[in-house]
């Protein structure tokens, strides 16, 4: 166990992603997150430890340590060799502890203190506890019971004598937002290095997403924003930046394996299955080699299905980091957000979040798309607003959207221009970040909602100012926002189109 402050360090930020590095002393090596982490069955590598690191650029890989504690084949070479030349892996090898498997039948024959000393001494970079994987909608009572349980045995865990090796501290509490909150500050508060948030495998198995947004943001408002985030068991591509932007910061993936065995080809925008493909909607170089008929076909199909789920896989986690890096990392949500309505779910769970995605978003981006109706909700709006209210105004102000006639223009102090969603902009303000945003002309009823709310926060902040706004196609729901004191000039769309 080591100092969590000096392990972790997030760089750039967008919403609560980040990019960040994490290092992994016992591996001697610092891997940049989001990251990726293979899961391989130490029995069956359908694509070699080594393949992974060297081709696909794998930094870290998971790999089960019940299984080889329970192997009798492979228990003591590990014990032996050590993990690294057992799996003949460059670079840092987590482990879990048999909790997953303790969820699926009931018992494991191991201790908590007993498999974390079994890791210790195969050489595992970064060690797992022995928690309970509480399943979602099960009792109150016993979600509590079964969290005091994991919250022993991390404790447990943090007294453990570990060495240079990092031990994770799973966060459970099911689907009860408080206790995620209070298992996150708990688990934050062993000290211990990474932080899985556990037991999400079965709500990511009914595509419940908007659940898994929820019980994210409910243990990292536990953890707080400079805990390093693991999202265990989630391998599917397409939720990838959905869980970034939610602050997490390493997936681990059994499902290009698994799905591959079953014929199964992952997108970013959901699962296909080979048998019904007659196009590859890919570049990869495995989908640039072969058709569809000759993977069907052939006897690797297996293994060529793998390298095309895992090339899919990285690719993802690249395209998130550039997204990061270019300000961009909401558009990508909200595309990955069009491929499947329950990716939509998800999107929408994380922009009820937005207030505390806002604390780690950059002030200044690149330029902002309004996208959907669901845009209207993101940080950027809301913190436009909590702007707004602390703008002092002179004794007349014209609101006019742009476009519309303000033929009066000389009789007030100050004429503002007003931006669906974002609502007044402040002059000398149109062309900083957010309010350089690229919004559509055919806005929608939300957009319209938001720039009302915005008038009102700066309308209720000058009780002084006398206001007027002049607005055009503005829905009756945005109008009864506005505040009755507001002199409200309706133009109509015609009126503006010769
Ligand atoms: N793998 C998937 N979910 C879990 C979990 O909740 N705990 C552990 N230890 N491993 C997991
Ligand atoms: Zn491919």
Known sequence: MSDARELFEARDWDAAGRIGR?????????????????????????????????????EILITNSYVLHGSEELRETVLEQGLHDLLDFPGAIMTDSGSFQLAEYGEIDVTNEGILEFQRRIGSDIATPVDLPTPPGVSRERAEEELETTQ????????????????????????????????????????????????????????????????????????????????????????????????????????????????????????????????????????????????????????????????????????????IRDGDLLELVEARARGHSAMLDGYRALLEHAEQLERTDPGSKGTFFYL??????????????????????????????????????????ERWSVLPPFGPVPPGLAETYPLSAEV????????????????????????????????RDWPDAALDRVPARVELVRVGSESTSE
């Open 152 to 323: 022993r045995r991390l404790e447990d865990a943090a007294a453990f004598e570990a060495g240079e090796m990092l031990v994770s501290a799973p966060v459970q509490g099911a689907t009860y937002p408080d206790l995620r909150e209070r298992a996150g500050g708990h688990a934050a508060d062993t000290g211990l290095d990474v932080f899985p948030v556990g037991a999400v495998v079965p709500l990511m198995n009914e595509y419940r997403f908007g659940d898994v947004v929820d019980v994210v943001a409910a243990a990292k408002r536990g953890l707080g924003p400079a805990a390093p985030v693991h999202l265990f068991g989630a391998g599917h591509p397409m939720m990838f930046a959905l869980a970034v932007a939610m602050g997490c910061d390493l997936f681990d993936s059994a499902a290009y394996a698994l799905y591959a065995r079953d014929g199964r080809y992952l997108t970013v925008r959901g699962t296909e299955h080979l048998a019904d493909l007659d196009y590859l909607p890919c570049s990869c170089p495995v989908c640039t080699e072969y058709v569809p008929e000759e993977i069907r076909e052939s006897d690797e199909r297996e293994r060529l299905l793998s390298k095309h789920n895992l090339h899919v896989t990285f690719g993802e986690i690249r395209t998130i980091k550039a997204a």
């Open 372 to 413: 959907s109706s669901e845009s209207a909700q993101r940080p950027e709006v809301g913190r436009h607003h909590q702007r707004l209210a602390r703008f002092s105004t002179p004794e007349t102000v014209l609101l006019a959207e742009d476009g519309t006639p303000d033929g009066e223009r000389e009789a007030y102090d």
């Open 440 to 471: 559509p002309d055919r806005t929608d009823d939300r957009a319209y909602e938001a720039a009302a709310t915005g008038v009102a926060r700066v309308v209720e902040a000058n009780p002084g100012t006398e206001w007027t706004l002049v607005c």
């Open 22 to 58: 994490l290092r992994v002393p016992r591996a001697g090596v610092t891997v940049e997150t989001p990251a990726l982490l293979p899961v391989v069955n130490p029995h069956i590598q359908t694509i070699p430890p080594r393949a992974l690191a060297e081709e696909f650029g794998a």
